[in-house]
């Protein structure tokens, strides 16, 4: 049973910088795919960046140059670098998990993480 457990998050100004962590424990060598997730107030969760084994990442387009994400294989660490944040990318972000191909859509995941809030002032 794998586990995924969340660190990081704050309230920041525009323009500032955060970094979210996502521990795995447990039986994690069958895990493929990492992402991760947010979701404002009233809004749906959404996808926003993903990481495969092989290292390879996407970005939603409105993150891309800004977020990065990345992990730690050794430390079964997944990291998401958060930088130039805008009031807009203020949410709860959710890191998840799952075997086999990387999806945009959180009904393909079952591994998820207990949430961390991010909160960008204007």
């Known amino acids: 049973q794998v586990q995924l457990v969340q660190s990081g998050g704050g309230s920041v100004q525009a323009g500032g910088s955060l970094k979210l962590s996502c521990v795995a424990s447990?039986?994690?060598?069958?895990?493929?795919?990492m992402a991760w997730f947010r979701q404002a107030p009233g809004l749906q969760r959404e996808w926003v960046s993903d990481?495969?084994?092989?290292?390879?990442?996407e970005y939603k387009d409105s993150v891309k140059g800004r977020f990065t994400v990345s992990k730690d294989d050794v430390k079964n660490t997944l990291y998401l670098q958060i930088n130039s944040l805008k009031p807009e990318d203020t949410a709860m972000y959710y890191c998840?998990?799952?075997?086999?191909?990387?999806?945009?859509?959180?009904?393909?995941?079952?591994?998820w993480g207990q949430g961390t809030q991010v909160t960008v002032s204007s």
């Open positions: 447990g039986v994690t060598s069958s895990v493929s795919c």
């Open positions: 990481i495969k084994t092989d290292g390879t990442t």
């Open positions: 998840a998990a799952r075997e086999g191909l990387c999806f945009r859509s959180e009904i393909h995941y079952t591994l």
